[in-house]
């Protein structure tokens, strides 16, 4: 099943590949990920929204994590462009990325960075 699974995630990135000549979006989701550099940043709290209206909906316990644990860093990740381009410089977080694609390897370095 893993076999099946990692085979899918890099059908699925081929596919974004391919599209990016042609879709803006989907251009926006391959660079982003491309040119990310995720900092160490110690402790934090993660925030994962797929999308903008995730992020709006999610927005109240955002505020009030900040409010309850103001040392602490704010990590937020969006999955879609729409999302991390509007909220990329929301001072509501101290960093924002776009959730790697989801392999062993780029999870394990973005857990330990966060």
Known sequence: MLILYNAGIRLY????????????KAGLWLNGRKNQQVTKNGPS??????????FEQ???VLEQMRALHPS???????????????????PLA?????????????????????
């Open 72 to 90: 602490k860093k704010i990590v937020v990740t969006f999955f879609s462009p729409s999302g991390f381009e509007i909220r990329k410089n929301s």
């Open 13 to 24: 990135f081929f596919t974004i590949y391919l599209v990016s000549f042609f879709n803006d």
């Open 58 to 60: 999610g927005r109240p």
């Open 94 to 114: 101290d960093y924002v990325y776009y959730l790697p694609l989801d392999t062993a390897k780029n999870a394990g370095q973005f857990i330990d960075a966060i």
């Open 45 to 54: 709290i993660w925030f994962h929204f797929a999308s903008l209206g995730e």
